[in-house]
């Protein structure tokens, strides 16, 4: 404990796409260093508007607010708070450090090239004031040094990252929630946005989300449990609303996107699981969703921006009116093609497609419509709920670089998801 005649040390926590108390080692360090903890928050414009393109839909933006005001209910419920900052993290980071003594700044580090320049910016802004920020990661099963190999050589096949990953490392127990935390005193805690406030011009239409979710980390933790009963109909009934043949749709990516669930929690919990019910297909997928969630990290921690350049055989840059009918067509649900259309409806109403139903989508854009893969990647970082920039992109590009007739080196069977399309392959 601190003497009343030294100065306290005080860390501000930046909240990011990690709303949750559970299993989270940046907020537990920063608790036991710290006399005090500042968390925050920040509406960053940049993920609402872009020169008036929504980045972001209704329905994601509502489920983030939702997460964001269960954190800070938490944090309340302990006697502080959760201060919200609508603008910029570079803009506003050096005046909160300044404004409240601050003495370190911790967040979790990101690996998209968007993120990762914000964190860049930030860290540039808290150099120039010598405060240093703290890199943790919280968004895997595994940390890079719980992997049976550098970061550079990581395979490049799924498979056989799953197969050595799972075979030679060990996924680790997860911190618990704190009880008690110390928050910086602070009179003015700032709003919670309203979707109006986060959109300029007009609001894109507002849809309930998909399936009714509703955001935060007890909400997470509670769907979770109901889905590992085993008398649970959560599945049967998204299953059947989709009429998706992969026979199991969780839905847990949107808590995963926001971190209102982490990896280690699912895991672990699908273990106990399988300890009380025994082990099922259910399951599996659960946790091969969870090593396709890392294998998609790592890929873009391991290539950087290069892994997201386009692919000749599959892209078509070239603005072409026909083209870009067929897009539009593609993204209204309207190509003619009933299983696919029925997914892309589905998607602009819920927000939501199986991993079964997005495979299928992209595989008819660029190897059936032969239009440019990113802009397909971008619409649906546009509309999914549970978007994260990783497994996004990431399952484009494995679409993208795979050829007709062909396997691609991660593993993507063009000619498997044009046959379930009933669509001939053309080489």
Known sequence: MSSPLMKSKRILVWFRNDLRLHDNEMLVEAISKSDAILPVYFFDPRHFDQLGFHRSSTMRTNFLLESVNALRQSFQRMGGDLLIVQGLPEDHIAGLVEQYSISEVYHHREVAPAETQVSANVEDRLWKIEVNLKHFIGHTLYNKEDLPFPIKDIPDVFTQFRKKTERDAIVKACFDAPTTISFVPNEDWGQLPALEDLYSGTLPGISSGTANLKGGEQEGLGHLRDLLKPDSSIYIKVSSRNSDPSGYISQLSPWLSTGCLS???????????????????????????????????????????????????????????????????????????????????SLAETGYLSGYGRILAATFLVHVIKYDWMKGAAYFEETLVDYTAASNWGNWKCIADSVSGLKSKNGFDVDKHLKILNIAAVA
């Open 263 to 345: 990896p280690r929690m699912v895991y672990w919990t699908v273990k106990a699981a399988e300890e009380r019910y025994g082990s099922n297909a259910n399951f599996s997928n659960l946790i091969l969703g969870l090593f396709k969630r890392d294998y998609f990290r790592f890929m873009f921690k391991k290539h950087g921006v290069p892994y997201l350049e386009h692919t000749t055989d599959a892209a078509a840059p070239v603005v072409d009116p026909i083209l870009e009918a067929s897009f539009e067509q593609w993204k209204r649900g309207e190509t003619g093609h009933i299983l696919v259309d029925g997914y892309m409806k």
